[in-house]
């Protein structure tokens, strides 16, 4: 069986008990970084387990190994340097294969930024639509225009490198509605935390003023 499970996005008191039971008693950990999942495992007390890191440029024949491991009868867990496997992180090759083979998938939810950013926004999301990351260079303009037709709200991934130039773009791109809301989440579960609300109007200028550090989750209010 291969098992799914999420890991904590910055606090490590948001890893469930049923992650921590499924980490003790697997056979096989693939994982991004080893010496990320080492480092959580030790900080969780979980005896060393066999780790094998896996991108989403890994080749074939690691994806035909864990294969055959699993078609042997070992339990394999897949998981994500943090938060779920799959969201802007690889996994969706595994489990696909996995999948295919007629293997049985478990999964073990739990924390996703995105969620956890939209939860803490204030802004309606009944409906909403995860982009992950925006395009680096083709679709990017596309993308960004489109979002001025968009009725659900939005929810995008930025890193520290681009989130400056990222909320510039944005505010370029909405520059005709001034009034619409923008939460920017900074380092979330993490002791820095920072929920911040603004809008489109104000963007360039919490784009230079907003603290260049850590991890962003930006939520973009419907039109
Ligand atoms: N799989 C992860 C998930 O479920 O959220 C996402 C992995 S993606 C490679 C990394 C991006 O997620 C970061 O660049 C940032 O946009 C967002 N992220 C992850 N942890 C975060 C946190 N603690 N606070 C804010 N954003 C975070």
């Known amino acids: 069986m291969l098992s799914i499970v999420a890991t904590p996005i910055g606090n490590l008191g948001d890893i469930t008990l049923r992650a921590i039971e499924t980490l003790k008693k697997c056979d096989l950990i693939v994982c991004e970084d080893t010496r990320v999942t080492g480092n959580l495992l030790k900080q969780l007390e979980i005896p060393k387990r066999e780790l094998m890191s896996f991108h989403s440029y890994s080749d074939k024949r690691k994806l035909d190994e864990v294969i055959a491991k699993l078609q042997s ?4 867990v897949l998981v994500s ?8 992180d690889p996994g969706y090759a595994l489990a696909s294969a996995v999948r295919d083979a007629g293997i049985k998938i ?7 930024a995105f969620l956890a950013a939209l939860s803490g926004s204030g802004l309606p999301i009944n409906a ?8 680096l260079k083709k ?4 993308m960004l225009d489109s979002f001025k037709e ?3 709200t939005i929810v995008l991934y930025e890193s520290v490198h681009r989130i400056e130039k990222t909320l ?9 509605q001034p009034g619409r809301p923008v939460v ?3 380092e979330l579960t993490k002791m820095h935390e920072e929920i911040l609300s603004t809008t489109i109007g104000n963007l360039s200028d919490v784009a230079k003023s907003i603290t260049k550090k850590g991890e962003f989750v930006l939520v973009i209010g419907a039109v």
């Open 168 to 176: 510039n773009e944005l505010a370029e791109a909405l520059k005709d």
């Open 73 to 76: 009868g070992s339990h394999v």
């Open 106 to 112: 478990e999964v073990v939810p739990g924390p996703s």
């Open 150 to 152: 968009e009725e659900r």
């Open 139 to 142: 679709g990017r303009k596309t």
């Open 81 to 88: 340097d943090a938060g779920t496997p799959g969201i802007s």
């Open 184 to 186: 920017i989440a900074r």
């Open 128 to 135: 909403f639509v995860y982009l992950g990351f925006l395009p």
